[in-house]
């Protein structure tokens, strides 16, 4: 609000123009507040947005590495259970030959059996993991599409 008084002669009586102005800022200032309120918003979506798609990425990097060291372990876990069945062959032959008894026998047997079983635990872990990080990546490929639709 503001007051205003000028002296000119043209004027009746005193010679004084006295005028008032006023604006009214307060639906500007809820205006621009609704703005800033949506921006900020719109900034932390986007954020937000950017954190989870990090984190999949994250998720799925993390996977990639755990199969491709579970692939390792597995390829040798097969290549030491190879060996331990020549071993045995060796054995059944020593033992067909009188040369060996049957409680080495049963020891390479066991042996054997043991590997063939954390061969089997091993094949079914990577199976699991790689078979999540499948599902992983489909799950970040559908938030992307999703996210590409919502921006578009």
Known sequence: VALQGVHDERYDDSGFKLTLGAEFPLPQSRYKAQKMRLDSESTYVDAL????????????????????TMARNLEDLIQETALHVRLLEAEEMRFALGQSDLFRLNTRQNVWLSLRLRTLEATLAYRNSYEALLFQSAQESLFLIMNSLINH
């Not at 798609?53 to 491709?68: A, D, F, H, P």
């Open 49 to 68: 947005q950017e954190r989870t798609l990090l984190e999949l990425r994250t998720q799925i990097e993390n996977g990639v590495r755990s199969v491709e």
